[in-house]
């Protein structure tokens, strides 16, 4: 079922880095020409509010709304209707994120330069934030978790979320408002995609004000709104179509594989699963896994198009070595090592969202209830950021202290560092201190 790229025979070691990455799979997706597609949406919520909003809405979503934000009831009967199962879930992967992302925040750290000179760096953080939950084909209440939480360890004192409308109540999912109930969230907008963004970012007069960043998961078009807002407001890395990359040896169960390529498939036909195995004995049974188990899925059509498209295959290479330097390349939102001595293989990973290590720790359980945090970089952006954490809503703030010694000892080189930049009301500034 999997297209297969053999990089065997040296391949690998004979492509630079950016010929490697041309020939691994990758979705056609183009975020710029969604920029450009959905900037009138933007442009108009900028300039026309809650107006440009609801058009939107309406055209889009086919939903015509009232009001834009969600009343507190429509929160607490979402969470009084909510399945006892689900409920329990919810809390305990609330816990298991809040254990996690607790242990992210960096602690203040004193550098004494000098005597009677000293440089804090501090954490602080941002005063207000939007954050979106998808509401799409599939609804991800898991997703108000991993956007709230880490916002919530991090001390923000202003906490927005956005979720797209359903027909028919003109509400989002009422699982996603029973998560932002039990994170006691009571501030939520039946918005959805680009319009949302724009709502964040530039605000509505007097319905929603403007936030200071925007996160969350979404379509290429909420990622395109992302890139236009970006500056305007902070904004976390792009994550788009879900992808898994799983490096595996000889040792991996096939039925283990398959089982975690069906699970990425099944988020929507443009989502990724590829295989990086020296072992073709394992690309074999893998197939054979797939071909018995898709038919069986109860989303076979849109797993088969994710499986059978140009972003999934099998990549077969010489060894584990030239297995890691193709996952580095590709540089996956989920990396998945199920082979011998697997933990020593991630920690040599420079390139991925999240790491997740031998047979018993698959992407389903980072979806949900590992603690980690599934809001991830997609499309290769893991090569430079990171996932969402409690720093994406901290930013770091120096404190500079010195003395009046401590300044005189270093007059003259700031002096000397003025006069070299042609900046000499810089050196005047310091030498005004020691005028008699």
């Not at 901290?394 to 070299?420: K, N």
């Amino acid at each position: 079922m999997l297209n297969r790229i053999d990089l065997r025979a040296g391949g690998v070691a004979a492509l630079a880095e950016r010929d490697l990455r041309t020939l691994l799979p990758r979705a056609a997706l183009d975020v710029s020409t969604a920029v450009e597609q959905i900037r009138p949406i933007v442009t108009a919520v900028r300039d026309h509010g809650a107006a440009a909003v609801r058009e939107a809405t309406a055209r889009l979503d086919g939903v015509e709304l009232t009001e834009l934000r969600v009343p507190a009831s429509a929160i607490s009967d979402a969470v009084a209707a909510l399945d006892p199962q689900l409920r329990a879930a919810l809390v305990e992967s609330i816990g298991r994120a809040r254990l996690a992302h607790a242990a992210q925040l960096p602690a203040a750290a004193t550098t004494t330069v000098a005597p009677g000179a000293t440089v804090t760096q501090t954490w602080r953080p941002v005063t207000r934030v939007g954050l979106y939950a998808p509401g799409g084909a599939n609804t991800l209440p898991s997703s108000v978790v991993m956007n709230v939480v880490p916002a919530l360890v991090a001390g923000v004192s202003s906490i927005a979320l956005a979720s797209p409308p359903q027909r028919g109540t003109g509400l989002p999912d009422q699982t996603i408002l029973a998560a932002c109930g039990l994170l006691e969230v009571d501030e939520v907008y039946a918005v959805g995609g680009a319009q949302a963004v724009a709502m964040f970012a530039y605000g509505i007069p007097g319905e929603c004000p403007p936030v200071d960043v925007v996160t969350g998961p979404g379509s290429v078009y909420t990622n395109a709104a992302k890139r236009l807002v970006r500056g305007v407001v902070g904004v976390d890395a792009e994550a788009g179509p879900s992808e898994v990359a799983i490096l595996a040896d000889e040792t991996a169960d096939p039925a283990h594989v398959a089982a975690d390529l069906i699970s990425q498939a099944e988020h929507g036909e443009l989502s990724a699963s590829v295989l990086i195995t020296p072992a073709e004995s394992l690309a074999g049974q893998v197939d054979q896994e797939l071909a018995r188990r898709v038919p069986a899925s109860k989303h076979q059509q849109r797993i088969t198009a994710a499986l059978t498209g140009q972003q999934s295959g099998v990549v077969l290479v010489d060894d584990l070595a030239d297995g890691l330097r193709v996952a580095d390349a590709y540089a996956a939102e989920h990396l998945e090592i199920q082979t011998r001595d697997a933990r020593q293989l991630a920690d040599r990973v420079r390139h991925a969202g999240a790491i997740f290590v031998g047979p018993h720790a698959p992407v389903s359980l980072g979806d949900y209830c590992a603690g980690s945090n599934h809001v991830l970089p997609t499309d290769g952006c893991a090569r430079h950021a990171g996932g969402l954490s409690v720093q994406t809503f901290l930013r770091a703030v120096q404190v500079v202290e010195y003395d009046q010694p401590a300044l005189r000892e270093v007059a003259a080189q700031v002096v000397r560092f003025a006069e070299a930049e042609d900046l000499p009301a810089h050196g005047q500034a310091i030498s005004a201190r020691f005028e008699s």
